[in-house]
């Protein structure tokens, strides 16, 4: 069983940053690839940003060049930095692990406003 615990999330005014990250934790498990996906208030969850093992990377439209999503294997550790922050912005931020099995996991997401 993988567990993944989410950081970072807060209040921040439109323009401003962000970083989330989010550590797997667990036994007998290798990362595959890990991503973030978010669920604005009353709307679906939606794909923020993946990334695989290799470093393959996946963005939104919606956050492309100011959302940056990195890796770090060792520590089995998935970050997403946020600028330019909007307030479409504003929504439950929840880390995604993809580890060999394969198997999908989720964390249980942090929150993150933006507004004036």
């Known amino acids: 069983q993988v567990q993944l615990v989410e950081s970072g999330g807060g209040l921040v005014q439109p323009g401003g940053s962000l970083r989330l990250s989010c550590v797997a934790s667990g036994s007998n498990f290798r990362i595959l690839g890990m991503g973030w996906y978010r669920q604005p208030p009353g709307k679906q969850r939606e794909l923020v940003a993946t990334i695989t093992r290799g470093g393959t990377t996946n963005t939104a439209d919606a956050v492309r060049g100011r959302f940056t999503i990195s890796i770090d294997n060792d520590k089995n550790t998935v970050s997403l930095q946020m600028n330019s922050l909007k307030p479409e912005d504003t929504a439950i931020y929840f880390c995604?692990?993809?580890?060999?099995?394969?198997?999908?996991?989720w964390g249980q997401g942090t929150q993150v406003t933006v507004s004036s």
């Open positions: 995604n692990a993809v580890v060999s099995g394969p198997n999908t996991q």
